[in-house]
């Protein structure tokens, strides 16, 4: 983990779930996290648990929809702590439904947060990468990133969108640049909580999400991308649970 120690790490989502225990397990190996989300309180109690127990961490608050407050969390970084060195596309939302329900304004909300999001992330951190000719990205998407099924067209479109804007940033990028992408399967998080449909929530919780990963395993995933010799950019890393089978 010597490629870790030292590294100033951008997280967004980063007030629950995986973002969360990727701030804390970076922290642990010796990084410089830097948490972003939009509740600042959680911010502060993560930041604050971390700092306590020797790690180094700041907040700023963020709403990755977004793009001048995106900026201003990536500069934050460089202010505080004189660098950025990788930038986690963390934050997602899944209010899953079916077409023919027409919750558009959920809709719109995966499409801005969960795509434009990123492309804010990209914005913000990609100037001060190509100054130092150094950096990584990692975009956190899902294996509906190359899967769909009846309830999650729009959130798999969202994640499928992701999987390319990846793949063409990897393909553009100065060659001391890289980029990852980690496609988790059902993990523990907050996602499901954003399903309005109380039916769907519940047979979403009960079916799909019975046999979860621990946050953290995408938390060491993401470590084990970080820590690789400069010259290698691991692209693509898909972590399920062992007993999920199906997706």
Excluded: C
């Amino acid at each position: 983990m010597d490629n870790i120690e030292g590294k100033v790490v951008a997280i967004t989502g980063a007030s629950s779930g995986i973002g969360e225990a990727i701030a804390r397990h970076l922290a642990n190996q010796g990084a410089k996290v830097v948490l972003g989300a939009r509740r600042e309180e959680s911010l502060k109690s993560i930041s604050d648990q971390i700092t306590k127990n020797g790690g180094q961490a700041i907040y700023h608050q963020v709403d990755v929809t977004q793009p001048k407050e995106v900026i201003a969390f990536a500069n934050f970084a460089v202010t505080h702590f004189g660098s950025l060195d990788v930038f986690v596309n963390n934050a997602g939302v899944m209010p899953l439904s079916m077409l023919n329900t027409y919750k558009i304004a959920e809709w719109h909300q995966m499409v801005d947060v969960n795509i434009k999001g990123v492309l804010h992330g990209i914005a913000a951190a990609l100037p001060i990468f190509e100054e130092k000719d150094s950096g990584q990205f990692i975009n956190i998407t899902s294996i509906a990133d190359r899967w769909v099924g009846p309830t999650s067209t729009v959130y798999s479109a969202t994640k499928f969108a992701v999987r390319a804007l990846s793949d063409g940033l990897r393909q553009e990028v100065s060659r001391n640049i890289r980029v990852t992408l980690i496609a988790p399967g059902a993990t523990e998080s907050e996602l499901a909580e954003g399903i309005s449909d109380p039916d769907l929530k519940k047979m979403a919780i009960e079916q799909f999400r019975k046999d979860l990963l621990p946050a953290v395993a995408i938390a060491r995933a993401t470590a084990y991308a970080i820590a690789q010799p400069d010259d290698v950019d691991v692209n693509e890393l898909v972590v399920r649970p062992t007993a999920q089978k199906a997706l």
